[in-house]
């Protein structure tokens, strides 16, 4: 990657993942009124078409609601994952793998953790654990995707220079 490009790139990943956690955190921390009533007519639209009828039981509507909202969830943080370990291995290439994937392991750790663990705080809204363990399985999924296959490049890379130096 050229210099310039990586200058507008680096700066870009970093305000998609800034913006990603602050949605995330907009969505948890809202009560849960406005939560219903923020997807209750797509919710709603989308168990009738799932079932073509008219007439949709509310165990429906909720078990659909319950299933989109955490399959949300575990998209969103995985997506979190990504752009996040991204990030930080495209920000500090100098620095030792193991110390980004840390110091990126304990960030994303904790953005799944909290979101979850401060709805303690909010009215209406209640600690779930299991929804906990989706974020933090999600985010350490996209994680490990990046951390990876950005040390299988790395060690690669080191055994073509050395295989290409004993060659000379």
């Known amino acids: 990657m050229k210099k310039k490009e990586k200058r507008l790139f680096v700066p870009a990943l970093w305000l998609f993942f800034i913006t ?4 995330i955190a907009y969505l948890s921390f809202q009560s849960g009124e406005e939560t219903k009533k923020l997807g209750e007519q797509f919710i709603l639209q989308l168990a009738q078409n799932i079932n073509h009828k008219q007439n949709v039981s509310a165990a429906e509507i909720n078990a659909l609601t319950y299933d989109i909202r ?21 920000s500090c290439p100098k620095w030792n793998w193991g110390i980004k994937t840390i110091i990126t392991a304990f960030v994303l750790f904790a953005i799944a953790f909290l979101t979850e663990k401060v709805k303690i705080f909010i009215p209406s809204r209640h600690y779930s654990y299991e ?16 951390s ?15 295989m290409a130096a004993s060659h000379i």
Do not use: C, D, N, P
């Open 148 to 162: 990876l296959t950005t040390l299988t490049v790395s060690a690669l890379k080191g055994f073509f220079r050395l």
């Open 131 to 146: 929804e906990m363990l989706i974020s933090i399985t999600a985010v350490i999924i996209g994680f490990l995707a990046v």
């Open 20 to 23: 990603l956690a602050a949605g």
């Open 70 to 90: 955490q399959g949300g969830r575990a998209l969103a943080f995985f997506v979190l994952g990504i752009i996040g370990t991204a990030a930080v291995h495209v």
